[in-house]
Every structure is written in structure tokens, then in C-alpha cells.
């Protein structure tokens, strides 16, 4: 009885997608060592920088994935309209992004250190694929066909490390990785678009171009808070970096922060996961919504410190002994990569709190102001890599302190009203 109830469980969708997802994250953390084995230091932290750079032009679509993941799981007849108004916004920033990569091809080769007009065909070729793909899932998801979800996923980790690698016998770090993760999207897709061949058709037999106000509004308002976000989530602080450190800082410090977010993987994202959607289902008990933030920020933090102690106490050993000792100076990152994961981890389960009680919008504001200041400094200075972290994680406890008082201002001036 036992063993049937388990094997029922093991094929519910959910659960599968699950270990797919996990399996793809385990395979993408093998990569990265692979890589740091296979190419130079210096192709190393250019590799990084170019995936951290993918990473945030992905946030023009991440709206968009989000918003067609909602309007698929709707059951109206204006899904098709919304649906449709977002695949002419993507248009729109294809466009845009075209132009943009045209406009500064030159200054694009050298902040990415391209050797030449290869590199960069290559690289706007792959920025295309990759919205796309983000794009693409959205459709999966809002369709919760999560087998499919979970299994391109897990196609395109294990092509892009077995492409990328055999082709870095061969080829520059930065070209090789491109020709991998391209081509290993690029059959993600068709395999998406054969799946729902029968929607696209659909969508695309209307040639009236059109864009919803409200719907372009609801975009904006996402954009502007995922821009300063994903400086945080995906490797801002290499971008910033890479416009005045060496490519060999770069690449210590890459292996440094990638091993420090461990702690984000593994701890935060599923507390923050959990949270979510419990504190959404009480909307009306506010003191049961503060407790669950409590619990799981004070569950988040001590993990988080457990890992960064044994991170600052063993990392010199664990970087020489997954990377090889041409990364032993990376160990000088530690202690900051340690304190920037850690408030990450406590900022982002704050962040899915924030989403559940309605607080997007200050959010926003406060978000995008304290970062754009962060950024500015930042330049300004031309801090250094240890300090640039340091730097990011005080701007996110700014920016939750700030809705925290901005919060309990509000609650003690509606307390004074009520009566």
C-alpha cells in the first residue's frame, strides 16, 4: 500500500517537475566547475559576466513570461486579446533591443571582451533565443504542463555544458559557451512551439497590431521593479564591476559568489516559495502574516549564517579543490560574498511577503530609487570588488527598512482614523 502510494506520488507532475528542476540546477552548478577547469580565469570571469548580462536583459521579458503565464490560466474569453497584446509588447522589445545591440555593437565588443563580429552575431543572436525561450515558458506554465516544463529545462542544461564544453577544446571561453547555450535553446523551443503549434497558429492568424493601455501599464509597473531586482538576483554586481576590473578579478570573484549563493538555492528560495502563497490565503489576519515573516526570515538568517561561517572557514579549500589552485585568490572574496548572500537570502523572502499583501508599488518606488543611488555610487567611485557587494546588500536593508517604517506608519495613521 505504502509502495503504491509512493509511486503515485512520484508520477504527479508536480513532484517530477520538481526533481527535473533540482536535477537542472545540480547540472548548471557542475557546469560552472567544468568551466573553471576547461578555460583560463580570465575566459572564466568574461563567461560569467556575458551569462550575468543575458541574465538582465531577460528582465524586458520577465513580465511578459509572468503576465502570459496568468492570461494562459485564465478561463474568459479575453485570454486570447491579452495573450495576443503581449506577444505585440515582445514584438515591440525585439525591436528595441535590436536597434540598441546595432547602436553600440563597438562598445558591446569591448565591455564583453568579443574578439570580433563573430562573437557579437553570436551574442545578439543567443539574446534573441534566450527571451524567447523565457517567453516560451510562460505559455508552459500557464498551461501547467510542467513534464515539459521540467524536461527543456533539463535538456537545456545538459546540452548547453556538453556543447559548451567540447567546443572549448577548441574554441575562445565566451564563443563556446554561446554556440552551446544557443543551439541548446534553440532545440528547447522547437520542442515548446511543437508541443502548441495549435495556439501560435491561433494567435498569429490576426495580423490588426494592438496594445491594451492597462495591459501596458501592468507591464511597466513589473519591469520597473524586476530591473532593480534582477541587479540583485542575477549578478548585477559583475556587470558593475566589469566596466573597471580586469577580467581576471572578474573571474575569482565569479567563482567566490557563486559558491556563496548556495545558501539562496537551497534555503531562501524554498522558504520563500512556502511563503508566498500561505501568507497570501490570510489576507485579514495581519498578526498571523507578521509571524509567518518572522518565522521564516529568523529560519532563513540562521541557516544562512551556519552556511557562511562554514563558507568563510572552508571556501579557500572547496575553490581549490572543485576549481584547481589557479582560483586560490578568489578566497579573498569571501567574506563579502558571504554577507552579501546572506541578506539576499533575507531579502528575497521579504520580497515574496511584500508581494502577497498588496505593497508592489511602494515596493517599486522604493526599490528602483535606493538602487539607481546604489548604482551611481557605485560608478562614481569605481568601488572594488569587495567592496561592491557590501555595497548591494546595504541598499536591500535600506529598502526594507524603509517599507517596514513606511508600513508601520501606515498602520498607526489608520489606527488614529479608525476611531
Given at each position: 500500500m505504502m509502495i503504491a502510494r509512493l509511486k503515485a506520488y512520484r508520477k504527479n507532475p508536480s513532484v517530477q517537475y520538481t526533481l527535473m528542476s533540482i536535477a537542472a540546477s545540480g547540472i548548471n552548478f557542475l557546469t560552472l566547475i567544468i568551466w573553471g577547469r576547461v578555460f583560463s580565469v580570465e575566459?572564466?570571469?568574461?563567461?560569467?559576466?556575458?551569462?550575468?548580462?543575458?541574465?538582465?536583459?531577460?528582465v524586458f521579458v520577465t513580465p511578459l513570461q509572468i503576465m502570459l503565464c496568468k492570461a494562459m490560466a485564465m478561463h474568459t474569453t479575453?485570454?486570447?486579446?491579452?495573450?495576443?497584446?503581449?506577444?505585440?509588447?515582445?514584438?515591440?522589445?525585439?525591436l528595441a533591443e535590436l536597434f540598441f545591440m546595432i547602436a553600440?555593437?563597438?562598445?558591446?565588443?569591448?565591455?564583453?571582451?568579443?574578439?570580433?563580429?563573430?562573437?557579437?552575431?553570436?551574442?545578439?543572436?543567443?539574446?534573441?533565443?534566450?527571451?524567447?525561450?523565457?517567453?516560451?515558458?510562460?505559455?508552459?506554465?500557464?498551461?501547467?504542463?510542467?513534464i515539459l516544463l521540467g524536461r527543456t529545462n533539463l535538456v537545456l542544461y545538459v546540452l548547453k555544458m556538453l556543447l559548451s564544453t567540447s567546443s572549448g577544446l577548441h574554441f575562445s571561453?565566451?564563443?563556446?559557451?554561446?554556440?552551446?547555450?544557443?543551439?541548446?535553446?534553440?532545440?528547447?523551443?522547437?520542442?515548446?512551439?511543437?508541443?502548441?503549434?495549435?495556439?501560435?497558429?491561433?494567435?498569429?492568424?490576426?495580423?490588426?497590431?494592438?496594445?491594451?493601455?492597462s495591459v501596458l501599464k501592468n507591464y511597466f509597473w513589473m519591469f520597473v521593479l524586476y530591473m532593480i531586482v534582477s541587479l540583485y538576483m542575477n549578478n548585477g554586481d559583475l556587470?558593475?564591476?566589469?566596466?573597471?576590473?580586469?577580467?581576471?578579478?572578474?573571474?575569482?570573484?565569479s567563482v567566490a559568489i557563486s559558491l556563496s549563493k548556495i545558501s539562496i538555492f537551497f534555503i531562501a528560495t524554498p522558504v520563500?516559495?512556502?511563503l508566498l502563497p500561505k501568507i497570501a490565503a490570510v489576507q485579514n489576519n495581519e498578526k498571523y502574516r507578521k509571524k509567518m515573516l518572522f518565522v521564516s526570515e529568523t529560519v532563513t538568517l540562521i541557516i544562512s549564517v551556519s552556511y557562511g561561517i562554514c563558507y568563510c572557514l572552508l571556501g579557500?579549500?572547496?575553490?581549490c579543490l572543485l576549481y584547481g589552485e589557479s582560483y586560490r585568490n578568489a578566497a579573498k572574496y569571501l567574506l563579502p560574498c558571504m554577507l552579501f548572500s546572506i541578506v539576499l537570502g533575507i531579502f528575497w523572502v521579504f520580497y515574496q511577503y511584500v508581494m502577497a499583501i498588496d505593497l508592489i508599488k511602494i515596493f517599486t518606488i522604493a526599490t528602483a530609487a535606493i538602487g539607481l543611488s546604489m548604482i551611481a555610487f557605485i560608478l562614481f567611485s569605481k568601488a572594488g570588488l569587495s567592496l561592491i557587494p557590501v555595497i548591494m546588500a546595504?541598499?536591500?536593508?535600506?529598502?526594507?527598512?524603509?517599507?517596514?517604517?513606511?508600513?508601520?506608519?501606515?498602520e498607526k495613521l489608520n489606527g488614529t482614523i479608525s476611531p
Open positions: 575566459d572564466y570571469g568574461s563567461i560569467t559576466t556575458l551569462q550575468a548580462f543575458l541574465s538582465n536583459i531577460a479575453e485570454k486570447d486579446k491579452i495573450v495576443t497584446d503581449l506577444l505585440h509588447i515582445m514584438f515591440m522589445i525585439y553600440t555593437a563597438r562598445m558591446l565588443i569591448n565591455y564583453l571582451h568579443f574578439a570580433g563580429g563573430i562573437e557579437i552575431f553570436l551574442f545578439g543572436s543567443l539574446v534573441f533565443l534566450n527571451n524567447s525561450y523565457i517567453v516560451l515558458n510562460g505559455i508552459v506554465q500557464g498551461k501547467q504542463d510542467f571561453g565566451p564563443l563556446a559557451v554561446m554556440f552551446g547555450f544557443a543551439a541548446a535553446e534553440c532545440l528547447c523551443i522547437i520542442l515548446i512551439i511543437r508541443k502548441y503549434k495549435d495556439i501560435f497558429r491561433q494567435l498569429f492568424s490576426s495580423h490588426k497590431f494592438r496594445i491594451d493601455l556587470l558593475l564591476g566589469n566596466l573597471y576590473c580586469s577580467q581576471e578579478e572578474i573571474g575569482f570573484y520563500a516559495t512556502i579557500q579549500w572547496g575553490i546595504a541598499a536591500m536593508l535600506v529598502t526594507m527598512v524603509t517599507i517596514i517604517l513606511y508600513q508601520l506608519l501606515k
